[in-house]
């Protein structure tokens, strides 16, 4: 696991975020708003298109999830990805399932 200038979860070098693992699931809480706002704009599409469709409301959710694109570029989300340790394999020496 490289241990370097980390700031705000993201590699010095503007690599991958390192983080211990913790077995839970990272990222910045800037990362998750994004990915709440595009789900708010999905979730209104989807009920105009229930509705009707309702037109306008179906709009107003596309106008939310490019919103929440835009926000996705600006926190760089697709920098906070967690890097774990790699897991080690049982001893099975190497062979497959079937022997």
Not at 20 to 40: D, F, K, N
Not at 58 to 80: K, S
Request: glycine content about 24%; overall charge negative; charged content about 10%.
């Amino acid at each position: 696991m490289a241990d370097g200038g980390t700031h705000e979860g993201q590699g010095g070098d503007g690599g991958p975020a390192v983080h211990p693992s913790s077995g839970g699931h990272g990222g910045r809480a800037s990362s998750w708003l994004a990915v709440t706002v595009i789900l708010l704009g999905f979730t209104i599409a989807g009920v105009a298109l229930c509705l009707g469709p309702n037109w306008p409301l179906l709009w107003m959710g596309t106008a939310v999830c490019v919103m929440g694109g835009i926000l996705t570029l600006v926190f760089r989300v697709f920098q906070d990805i967690v890097v774990e340790a790699p897991r080690a394999m049982g001893d099975g020496g190497g062979r497959g399932i079937l022997g």
